[in-house]
């Protein structure tokens, strides 16, 4: 998931494995879906539905590198392409991971996120038996620094000869919003998304970007099945949206007046869902 929710703030398979994968280096390809690039609760007014082929290699070290490219199906175009790198580590019943990430968007994408440039993050986890709790913290960069932080719980399950894992999870995510001020400012009113309205000018943005406050909360179940060298993926998350920002917009018809209103923004609940298929060589 990592190319496809932009750093997650929840353990993923690399670094839950990392213990038993570390003795040995190895690359790992795949392709993913997402229904919707929703992003700490937040998202477009247009579905972002993204086919992702990855590739990655993880040396025993624990050094990894990955390069991904996100195709918008309903767009026909590649909306992004990501590097990344990073450390994952395991001792005794503690995993972390190191992430940097480079991101290139398309200058038409309409990401909540395509304003951010890069971002580098850190998350530990500790296995507490029946529960494991992760700690995460990311700092991404776009015309300011955003910060965010997350707390996530989750219990595996194993069946089929542990070749069938079943994660109920829990993260909390928090975090400051520049990136979205900025979306708001440069992609959220395009002129290509107006349709058939009168022309006019809009122009928008959030007020006190700068705050960090609690974002959304995301219960999720990830279906993961390993058959030889294949895993199989299934996660369906939903994202429960809270703190929605105070937006000021100004509406300038060609001609006319511009008028100015503040409001507050409405924001949903987002079910969406995942599917993944990675081979490991």
Same mark, same amino acid.
């Given at each position: 998931?990592? =190319?496809?929710? !932009?750093?997650?703030?929840?353990?993923?398979?690399?670094?839950? $494995?990392?213990?038993?994968?570390?003795?040995?280096?190895?690359?790992?390809? +795949?392709?993913?879906?997402?229904?919707?690039?929703?992003?700490?609760? %937040? %998202?477009?007014?247009?579905?972002?539905?993204?086919?992702?082929?990855?590739?990655?290699?993880? &040396?025993?070290?624990?050094?990894?590198? *990955?390069?991904?490219?996100?195709?918008?199906?309903?767009? !026909?175009?590649?909306?992004?392409?990501?590097?990344?790198?990073?450390?994952?580590?395991?001792?005794?019943?503690?995993?972390?991971?190191?992430?940097?990430?480079?991101?290139?968007?398309?200058?038409?994408?309409? +990401?909540?996120? +395509?304003?951010?440039?890069?971002?580098?993050?850190?998350?530990?986890?500790?296995?507490?038996?029946?529960?494991?709790?992760? #700690?995460?913290?990311?700092?991404?960069?776009?015309?300011?620094?955003? @910060?965010?932080?997350? @707390?996530?719980?989750?219990?595996?399950? +194993?069946?089929?000869?542990?070749? #069938?894992?079943?994660?109920? $999870?829990?993260?909390?995510?928090?975090?400051?919003?520049?990136?979205?001020?900025?979306?708001?400012?440069?992609?959220?009113?395009?002129?290509? %998304?107006?349709?058939?309205?009168?022309?006019?000018?809009?122009? =928008?943005? $959030?007020? &006190?970007?700068?705050?960090?406050?609690?974002?959304?909360?995301?219960?999720?179940?990830?279906?993961?099945?390993?058959? &030889?060298?294949?895993?199989?993926? @299934?996660?369906?998350?939903?994202?429960?949206?809270?703190?929605?920002?105070?937006?000021?917009?100004?509406?300038?018809?060609?001609?006319?007046?511009?008028?100015?209103?503040?409001? *507050?923004?409405?924001?949903?609940?987002?079910?969406?869902?995942?599917?993944?298929?990675?081979?490991? @060589?």
């Amino acid at each position: 998931m990592g =190319a496809l929710c !932009n750093f997650c703030l929840a353990q993923n398979t690399d670094l839950q $494995t990392g213990s038993q994968e570390s003795k040995h280096s190895y690359f790992k390809t +795949s392709i993913s879906y997402i229904n919707d690039n929703v992003y700490f609760g %937040r %998202r477009d007014s247009l579905k972002v539905p993204y086919v992702t082929p990855a590739f990655g290699y993880y &040396n025993k070290s624990g050094i990894f590198f *990955t390069a991904s490219a996100s195709f918008l199906t309903t767009e !026909n175009r590649f909306d992004l392409y990501t590097l990344g790198g990073g450390y994952l580590f395991a001792k005794d019943k503690w995993v972390g991971e190191l992430t940097v990430n480079k991101y290139l968007y398309s200058n038409q994408s309409y +990401s909540v996120k +395509s304003e951010v440039k890069a971002d580098a993050g850190a998350q530990v986890g500790y296995d507490a038996g029946p529960i494991e709790f992760s #700690l995460s913290a990311i700092a991404s960069f776009s015309s300011a620094t955003d @910060f965010a932080a997350g @707390f996530g719980l989750d219990h595996e399950f +194993s069946l089929i000869n542990d070749q #069938l894992k079943i994660t109920p $999870t829990f993260v909390m995510n928090g975090g400051t919003q520049y990136y979205y001020d900025n979306y708001y400012r440069k992609r959220r009113y395009v002129k290509k %998304r107006k349709g058939n309205l009168p022309p006019r000018t809009i122009t =928008a943005y $959030t007020v &006190n970007p700068g705050a960090f406050r609690i974002l959304d909360y995301e219960p999720s179940v990830p279906f993961d099945y390993n058959l &030889n060298k294949f895993t199989f993926s @299934f996660t369906p998350t939903v994202a429960i949206p809270v703190n929605p920002n105070t937006i000021v917009r100004t509406v300038k018809p060609v001609g006319g007046v511009a008028v100015t209103r503040t409001f *507050t923004e409405k924001i949903n609940t987002t079910f969406f869902w995942s599917l993944e298929v990675v081979y490991k @060589f």
